[in-house]
């Protein structure tokens, strides 16, 4: 088509893979996730750069606490590292912090540090939106009983209480790891966006990785059911 190469604004993440690149290793777990803490804060880093406004990462599903208790405290742990450490750089480099899924659910010293860092991002002028202890089908029924509150329930309404309800539209949904699947990620914003499954392991993850993805976006053709 003769149109101009379109910009994706906001790109969603399912981080996948961290375990099977430490297995790979013969490394513990514990070690995948830790390098995958490192592909965020690099891509993070870089997003500034590519002209996106929102980018949306998967790092802890509703159904992720079916994992050992050891994991998920590896996780738990590897959250609060991340949030003191790289809070100074997101205020510093413009960054707005935001939580979706039920996050207040969460121990409440990971809470009070979540509602800390979103104070002290509000300012921010892109989004890094984490999805945390994060269910679409849970985000869903949640929305919807908001709109019946209200006695509205249409789709227009059941968005508007969706917790991504400030976000811009999801253009772009990347899988790593070889997983063909969604695992009840952004099941309703992904209606119109493109999906992009790349046989990457999340730690292996970089910008130039994220490049290409935007790229191919960019040679699609979107329709949005017209012609
Ligand atoms: C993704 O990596 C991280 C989380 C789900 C928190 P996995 O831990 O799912 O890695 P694989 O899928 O077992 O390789
Ligand atoms: C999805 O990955 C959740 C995150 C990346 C946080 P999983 O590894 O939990 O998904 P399944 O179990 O393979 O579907
Ligand atoms: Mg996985």
Redesign the pocket.
């Known amino acids: 088509m003769g149109s101009s190469p379109a910009q994706a604004k906001h790109v969603a993440i399912i981080?996948?893979?961290?375990?099977?690149?430490?297995?790979r290793r013969a490394l513990p777990?514990a070690m995948?996730?830790q390098r995958?803490v490192e592909a965020v804060r690099k891509l993070v880093r870089s997003v500034g750069s590519m002209g996106l406004d929102c980018l949306t990462l998967?790092?802890?599903?509703s159904e992720?606490w079916k994992?050992p208790d050891e994991?998920v405290d590896d996780?738990m742990n590897l959250m609060r590292k991340f949030i003191k450490s790289d809070l100074p750089e997101f205020i510093a480099n413009d960054v707005r912090l935001k939580i979706i899924g039920d996050w207040q659910g969460l121990a409440p010293d990971i809470v009070a540090m979540l509602e800390d860092a979103l104070e002290q991002t509000s300012g921010g002028s892109r989004t890094l939106a984490v999805a945390l202890n994060y269910g679409a089908q849970q985000e869903i029924a949640r929305a919807a009983a908001k709109a019946a509150a209200i006695g509205e329930v249409t789709d227009k309404s059941i968005a508007a209480h969706l917790d991504t309800n400030d976000l811009p539209p999801l253009d772009l949904l990347i899988r790593t790891?070889g997983?063909v699947r969604l695992s009840n990620f952004l099941l309703w914003q992904a209606a119109y966006a493109e999906m992009l499954f790349v046989d990457t392991?999340?730690p292996d993850f970089t910008p130039e990785h994220l490049q290409t993805a935007l790229d191919d976006f960019a040679d699609r053709e979107r329709r949005f059911g017209g012609r």
Do not use: I, P, V
């Open positions: 981080m996948d893979g961290n375990g099977r690149w430490a297995k777990r995948g996730h995958g998967y790092a802890f599903s992720n994992r994991e996780l790891s997983e392991l999340w």
